[in-house]
């Protein structure tokens, strides 16, 4: 069996003021209906001979990944919890110590969760034509047949044919980032192949080989792997071992420097979204080459990216630009700019700032609250609570809270008190007092809350119980 290995790191900073840090571009639903870790676990379980996938995970997202497997009626084999990031080749290594506790013959297909693969007959083939090789423990990398001359990946120069094999070649070499003319002297050629991050060996090969090249990372995630705790439905990773792993890519800790890397061509309309660019680029566009999301009124405007979420957004006279609207941000920029968008997050990060981690949504494992208003000493918001879900029991001790039921039906602890509010009804929670929310009905919960208090930062709560296994105070805007 074929056991998909899905890795969900990564923040997507370039596709900010959509993607940030608690809420990264691989949980959103960029290209279409579905998101693209989503998208990534459906291509997975579709291929044949696969079993249910190993997600890796930052202990942050955990809740996110549950809860959009479930919207897919999706199920893991494990979802293991990274304390730290660091990298992919510590990550490969978790899972492949995973796996190998499931089945010794067990095969990795690593994928990242923020990639786009529309012609997926393609790519079920080049799986396929990998099997061989893997089973003979040569390590696989898949490289995307270039379309241009990009300057924004590595590259992959492909060799001899592999046994006869067409569809498999030995690596000449690998290349870092080109300039502009050293990529189209790539294209020209017709050997090189851009590198996809994607791989396929023996969990068992790839364990063998980290222990010949990089010891210090197997070492590391080895104890980290047997000192691990389950939490939930989740296997939490032990921090102190897995901190003290290096930080490196399967590529360079393995692929460059093995002998037994082999490469397969892939030319099924990949894309791995990198940037806005990247994502106007695979877009339905307009006969003016726009690609337009949301409520969007354009005049004499071309080659331009423009997506609005929650209001109306205008443009006049625009001509190969970037323009994204969110609750609490709007990103304008040039389509070649789209690049420095990073440093835009720096100095928001650098300074703190909600817009760099949060959207003005925030997503919790028993649904969700967003921010309406607020000013000094009051702050509003409109809370969502998923059927059967319930808060942490919990208390503050400088806000005090209202609550009006909109929708569904809330049963409340106070105090000593436990209340049924229905819609029309509310309730008062002075500071300090033990409250608790829990929605025991069939349909999503809405409520209003209003507080009031000297100080309303989202630290200010003190679990004193909680299903979800979170205690204590949560860190500011997490």
Known sequence: ??????????????????????YPKQFLPLVDSTTMFQTTVLRAGALPGTDSPLILCNEEHRFLVAEQLRLIDAKAAAIILEPVARNTAPAVAVAALRALEQDQDAMLLVMPADHVIRNTDNFTAAVQAGIDAARQGKLITFGVVPTAAETGYGYIQKAASLDNAADVFTVGSFVEKPNAATAQQYLDSGEYLWNSGMFMFRADRYLHELETLDADI????????????ADLDFLRLDADAFTKAPDNSVDYAIMEKTSDAVVIPLDADWSDVGSWTGLWEIKTKDEHGNALDGNVLVEDVEDSYINATSRMVAAVGVSGHVIVETTDAVLVAPKDRVQDIKAIVERLQQSDRSEAFVHRKVYRPWGSYENVDIADRFQVKRIEVKPGATLSLQKHHHRAEHWVVVKGTALVTRGEDEIILTEDQSTYIPLGTVHRLHNPGRIPLELIEVQTGSYLGEDDIVRLGDVYGRSGMPQKVR
């Open 1 to 22: 069996m074929i056991c998909p290995v899905i890795l969900c790191g990564g923040s997507g900073t370039r596709l900010w003021p959509l993607s940030r840090k608690l």
């Open 218 to 229: 197997l070492a590391a995630c080895r104890t980290a792997f047997q000192n691990a705790k």
